[in-house]
C-alpha cells in the first residue's frame, strides 16, 4: 500500500463536520438588567450574550442565526444594546437571515429584542409585545421613625434626590417620571416601526402597552408566522445542524466558586420573579 493511498484516507481540516451549513442559535433567557451575577444564568444584558453573539456570527458555513427568547423585557438600555449588537453583527453577514423565535413570553424589552431580527416566529400560547415602559418601587415614609431612626440625606442639586422611597412623594417628580416613561416610549415605537415596517396593522391598539398570543399577534403583525424554531430551521434549511452558541462562563463560575451573598441574591431574584409573575410565569 503506497503513502498517497494511506494519505488520502486521513480526513484533511474542513472535512469533518465543519463543513455542514449550520444554523446557529444564541439563547436569550431571562430578565434584561445590567446587574451582573457570578453565573450569569437568567439575566440578559450585551456582557452576558456579547461572547455568544459573536460565536454565532462566526461560522463559515451559515445559514441563518436563531434567537430563541424567552423575556419579560427590564432595562431598556441594555434592550438597546443587546438588539444594536445583533444588528452589527448582521450588516456583516450579508444574505444570512436573523430569526427570533418567541418562546413562553417575548414582551417588553424581551420583544424589543425580537424585532433585531429579519423574521419573528411565535407558538400559539407565546405572549408577545408589551410596548410599553413601565417602573415601580416602594414609599416608605414614616417607616424609620416608628423604629427611632433619623435618616440624614445631603445633596447638592435640588433634583438630586427625586423619588427617594423614604420621603414624601412629589408631584413635580411624578411628572419628571412621566416625561420620561413618554421619551422611552416613542423610542420603542420608532424602533418597531422601523424594523417591522409596513407588516404592522394600522391601530394605535399596538403601542398601549397590551400582550398578546401568538395568533393574535400575527394578524397585528407583530410576527411573520407560528412555529417552532425546530420546525421552521428543519422547513427553511433541512441541510443544515443546528448549533447552540453558548456564552463564555464568567470567572467564578470556571473556577467553580459559589453563588452571591444571600441577600443581595435573594432581592435580585424578588426583582426577577416581579417581572415574569406579570405574565403568570
Not at 472535512?15 to 438588567?33: E, M, N, P, Q, W
Not at 423604629?147 to 411624578?174: I, M, Y
Amino acid at each position: 500500500m503506497d503513502v498517497k493511498s494511506v494519505t488520502s484516507r486521513i480526513p484533511r481540516i474542513g472535512d469533518r463536520g465543519d463543513r455542514t451549513d449550520v444554523v446557529a442559535v444564541v439563547k436569550l433567557h431571562g430578565v434584561i438588567t445590567p446587574t451582573p451575577t457570578p453565573f450569569a444564568r437568567g439575566v440578559i444584558n450585551l456582557a452576558t450574550v456579547e461572547s455568544a453573539l459573536a460565536r454565532a456570527f462566526a461560522h463559515d458555513r451559515l445559514k441563518a442565526v436563531a434567537l430563541q427568547i424567552n423575556s419579560p423585557g427590564g432595562a431598556p438600555t441594555q434592550s438597546g444594546l443587546v438588539a444594536e449588537r445583533i444588528r452589527q453583527l448582521a450588516e456583516k453577514k450579508p444574505g444570512v437571515p436573523v430569526l427570533s423565535f418567541c418562546e413562553d413570553v417575548a414582551a417588553s424589552g424581551g420583544y424589543w429584542l425580537a424585532c433585531a431580527a429579519d423574521e419573528i416566529y411565535a407558538h400559539n400560547t407565546s405572549m408577545v409585545g408589551s410596548i410599553g415602559v413601565i417602573s415601580g418601587g416602594f414609599g416608605f415614609t414614616g417607616l424609620l421613625e416608628r423604629f427611632g431612626v433619623e435618616r440624614r440625606l445631603h445633596t447638592a442639586g435640588e433634583n438630586k434626590s427625586r423619588l427617594d422611597p423614604f420621603s414624601p412623594e412629589k408631584p413635580e417628580d411624578v411628572e419628571w417620571l412621566k416625561k420620561m416613561h413618554t421619551q422611552l416610549h416613542e423610542l420603542f415605537v420608532d424602533w418597531v416601526k422601523q424594523r417591522r415596517g409596513k407588516a404592522l396593522a394600522d391601530t394605535e391598539e399596538l403601542f398601549t402597552g397590551d400582550v398578546w398570543l401568538g395568533a393574535r399577534a400575527k394578524e397585528l403583525g407583530l410576527i411573520d408566522g407560528i412555529g417552532s424554531i425546530r420546525q421552521i430551521v428543519e422547513e427553511r434549511f433541512p441541510d443544515a445542524e443546528i448549533v447552540v452558541a453558548e456564552p463564555k462562563k464568567p470567572l467564578l463560575a470556571r473556577l467553580g466558586i459559589g453563588a452571591p451573598a444571600a441577600a443581595s441574591a435573594l432581592m435580585d431574584a424578588a426583582m426577577q420573579r416581579v417581572h415574569w409573575s406579570r405574565f403568570g410565569l
